[in-house]
């Protein structure tokens, strides 16, 4: 059973902070990357970060780099993005996606999305 299930959205004043959750169902959260996308309006879907089941390693965009950390808890099959430093061009909608693989993290298992709106 494949699910996604994407929350913590909202809206938040730049400077500020938000974490993101992403419930998975046990296997897809066991799939070798798990990662997070966005799109703003207007723009094409971009990827954001993603990490590894093994290795657990992480690999971020250059423009969240040093603001954005994505970390998994394992006991409750949930993929987290938090979020500090927020800019205006971070507003997207946010979508979790989980693949087996790095080429096709992305392109496959997708959530329904969460709404970041940050406010300058």
């Known amino acids: 059973q494949v699910q996604l299930v994407e929350s913590g959205g909202g809206l938040v004043q730049a400077g500020g902070s938000l974490r993101l959750s992403c419930a998975a169902s046990?296997?897809?959260?066991?799939?070798?990357?798990m990662g997070w996308f966005r799109q703003a309006p207007g723009k094409e879907r971009e990827f954001v970060a993603r990490?590894?089941?093994?290795?657990?390693?992480?690999y971020y965009a250059d423009s969240v780099k040093g603001r954005f950390t994505i970390s998994r808890d394992n006991a409750k099959n949930t993929v987290y993005l938090q979020m500090n430093s927020l800019k205006p061009e971070d507003t997207a909608v946010y979508y979790c996606?989980?693949?087996?693989?790095?080429?096709?993290?992305?392109?496959?298992?997708w959530g329904q999305g969460t709404q970041v709106t940050v406010s300058s």
């Open positions: 996606a989980a693949a087996p693989t790095t080429a096709t993290l992305g392109s496959t298992y």
């Open positions: 990490i590894g089941w093994i290795p657990s390693s992480t």
């Open positions: 046990e296997r897809t959260f066991r799939m070798a990357y």
